[in-house]
C-alpha cells in the first residue's frame, strides 16, 4: 500500500519556542485594511460638523489583541462662492461609535514619579508596555472608573539604572571577588594593580549575570601606571576577539571611562586587562568599576481634576485605558481632531488633508467615521475627492 502524504499543518493552539505562535506562521503579525471615498460634496452651515464618510475597521485575526492604527489623506476643493480673499479653518475628526459592551484595556502597573505644574502627576510603567496600549484620544483610569485625561505620553529606553553587578569594583575587599587570568594582581588603599606577565596580557575578570538584549552602562576608573590598560566586555573570560562584546579601548592616562554594551548572554564577564608589555611586571591601575543595567520607563502626565488616582507614596497602581472617555453606548467618541487654516484665494481652491490616530490595544470591529467642519471661509460647499484610509493592526509587546 502506497503512503500518501497529507497536507501539513498546524494547530491554531501551537507555540513553538515559547515565543513563536501559529498567528504569527500565518502572516497575522500585522494585517492592513483600506477604505476609500471620492467627489464627496459636503454643504454645511458655518461651523457645523457633517460626516465624510464612515466604514468598519474589521476585528483583528484570530481575536488577538493588537495595536490599531488608522491614517487618511485626501484631496478636494473648496468654492468660496466669493470674489474676496478669505482665511478658511476646515475641522476634521475621527470618531468611534461606542460599542454596547466597553472593555478597559490594561496598561500596566504606574507608579507616581512627580508632579508637573499643579493639575497633573508624572508617573511611569516600567517597560515600553503602556505607550503600545494608549490610543490618540480617551482616559486613564483605574479598574473602578475613576477616568482622567492625559498628557504628555513618551518612553524612555534609559530612564533610570538598576543595582551594580560588579561586586567589589571598588577593591574596598582587596582582589577579593576578581579571579586572574593572566599575570598578578594586588590591591591597597581602595585601588587595584593589575601586573603583565613575562609575555602578552595580564587580566583578571568577574562574571555578571545579565538579561540578553538589554542595555548596560560601564564606568570606571584607569589609575596610574606604566603601561595601558583597558576594560573589556565579554562572553567569555578570556582576551580572544571574537568574544568581545565591548571595549574602553587601551588608555595610558588616568582618566574616567564610560561605555555601553548590549548583552547576548545570560553570563558576561568584565575584564581588566593590560594592553601588552616590554618585560615583566609592567602594570595599570583600576579603580571604582560599575556595570548597570538601563531601565525602560514609559511616562505620562494625568489629570488630577476630580482626585490622585495614583498614590504619592509611591504604591504601584493598576491603570487602565478606556478609548471612549465613558461615552454612551451608541454615541460616538472622538478620538483625534485636526485644524488646518488656509489663506483662500476667490472661488476655487485646490486643498490636501492628512490625519491618523492611534486608538489603542483591542481587537473587536469598530465602526469610524471621518467628520469635518468649517470654521472661517466663505462658500457653502467642500468638495472631497480621492480620499485613501489605511487601516493597521499590529502585534506589539
Known amino acids: 500500500m502506497p503512503f500518501k502524504k497529507l497536507k501539513p499543518n498546524i494547530s491554531a493552539n501551537t507555540v513553538i519556542d515559547s515565543s513563536l505562535s501559529v498567528d504569527k506562521l500565518v502572516g497575522q503579525v500585522e494585517e492592513a485594511?483600506?477604505?476609500?471615498?471620492?467627489?464627496?460634496?459636503?454643504?454645511?452651515?458655518?461651523?457645523?460638523?457633517?460626516?465624510?464618510?464612515?466604514?468598519?475597521?474589521?476585528?483583528?485575526?484570530?481575536?488577538?489583541?493588537?495595536?490599531?492604527?488608522?491614517?487618511?489623506?485626501?484631496?478636494?476643493?473648496?468654492?468660496?462662492?466669493?470674489?474676496?480673499?478669505?482665511?478658511?479653518?476646515?475641522?476634521?475628526?475621527?470618531?468611534?461609535?461606542?460599542?454596547?459592551?466597553?472593555?478597559?484595556?490594561?496598561?500596566?502597573?504606574?507608579?507616581?514619579?512627580?508632579?508637573?505644574g499643579g493639575s497633573h502627576n508624572v508617573v511611569s510603567f516600567e517597560g515600553n508596555l503602556a505607550s503600545n496600549r494608549i490610543g490618540s484620544g480617551g482616559s486613564i483610569g483605574t479598574q473602578g472608573g475613576n477616568y482622567r485625561t492625559y498628557k504628555n505620553l513618551y518612553y524612555d529606553p534609559k530612564a533610570s539604572t538598576g543595582s551594580d553587578l560588579v561586586t567589589n569594583g571598588n577593591f574596598n575587599s582587596g582582589t577579593a571577588n576578581w579571579t586572574l587570568g593572566a599575570g598578578t594582581h594586588s590591591s591597597g588603599y581602595g585601588a587595584y594593580s593589575l601586573a603583565s606577565p613575562s609575555s602578552g596580557q595580564g587580566f583578571s575578570y568577574q562574571a555578571l549575570t545579565t538579561v540578553v538584549g538589554e542595555v548596560y552602562s560601564v564606568t570606571g576608573n584607569i589609575t596610574g601606571g606604566n603601561i595601558s590598560g583597558m576594560?573589556?566586555?565579554?562572553?567569555?573570560?578570556?582576551?580572544?576577539?571574537?568574544?568581545?562584546?565591548?571595549?574602553?579601548?587601551?588608555?595610558?592616562?588616568?582618566?574616567?571611562?564610560?561605555?555601553?554594551?548590549?548583552?547576548?548572554?545570560?553570563?558576561?564577564?568584565?575584564?581588566?586587562?593590560?594592553?601588552?608589555?616590554?618585560?615583566?611586571?609592567?602594570?595599570?591601575?583600576?579603580?571604582?568599576?560599575?556595570?548597570?543595567?538601563?531601565?525602560?520607563?514609559?511616562?505620562?502626565?494625568?489629570?488630577?481634576?476630580?482626585?490622585?488616582?495614583?498614590?504619592?507614596?509611591g504604591t504601584p497602581t493598576a491603570l487602565f485605558y478606556h478609548p471612549y472617555s465613558g461615552a454612551s453606548s451608541g454615541t460616538?467618541?472622538?478620538?483625534?481632531?485636526?485644524?488646518?487654516?488656509?489663506?483662500?484665494?476667490?472661488?476655487?481652491?485646490?486643498?490636501?488633508?492628512?490625519q491618523q490616530a492611534y486608538i489603542g490595544w483591542f481587537n473587536d470591529d469598530i465602526k469610524i467615521r471621518i467628520r469635518c467642519k468649517n470654521?472661517?471661509?466663505?462658500?457653502?460647499?467642500?468638495?472631497?475627492?480621492?480620499?485613501?484610509?489605511?487601516?493597521?493592526?499590529?502585534i506589539v509587546e
Open 33 to 116: 485594511h483600506w477604505a476609500y471615498t471620492d467627489d464627496v460634496d459636503i454643504s454645511w452651515g458655518y461651523s457645523s460638523f457633517n460626516t465624510v464618510h464612515d466604514f468598519y475597521f474589521p476585528k483583528t485575526g484570530l481575536g488577538i489583541f493588537k495595536g490599531r492604527h488608522i491614517q487618511w489623506s485626501a484631496e478636494g476643493y473648496h468654492d468660496t462662492q466669493s470674489s474676496s480673499r478669505s482665511d478658511g479653518t476646515f475641522e476634521f475628526q475621527i470618531e468611534v461609535e461606542v460599542p454596547n459592551v466597553q472593555v478597559a484595556t490594561s496598561i500596566g502597573n504606574a507608579t507616581h514619579e512627580s508632579t508637573a
Open 375 to 394: 470654521t472661517g471661509a466663505f462658500g457653502k460647499t467642500l468638495t472631497i475627492n480621492d480620499m485613501k484610509i489605511f487601516m493597521n493592526s499590529r
Open 332 to 354: 460616538y467618541a472622538v478620538v483625534d481632531t485636526m485644524k488646518q487654516t488656509f489663506r483662500m484665494r476667490n472661488y476655487v481652491n485646490y486643498l490636501r488633508f492628512e
Open 231 to 313: 576594560i573589556r566586555i565579554s562572553t567569555a573570560a578570556d582576551l580572544v576577539e571574537n568574544t568581545t562584546i565591548a571595549t574602553s579601548g587601551a588608555i595610558n592616562a588616568v582618566q574616567a571611562t564610560s561605555f555601553e554594551f548590549t548583552a547576548t548572554s545570560t553570563t558576561t564577564y568584565i575584564i581588566l586587562a593590560t594592553s601588552g608589555a616590554t618585560s615583566q611586571g609592567q602594570y595599570r591601575g583600576f579603580d571604582n568599576l560599575v556595570v548597570k543595567q538601563y531601565l525602560r520607563k514609559t511616562y505620562v502626565l494625568i489629570s488630577t481634576t476630580g482626585g490622585t488616582i495614583v498614590p504619592t507614596d
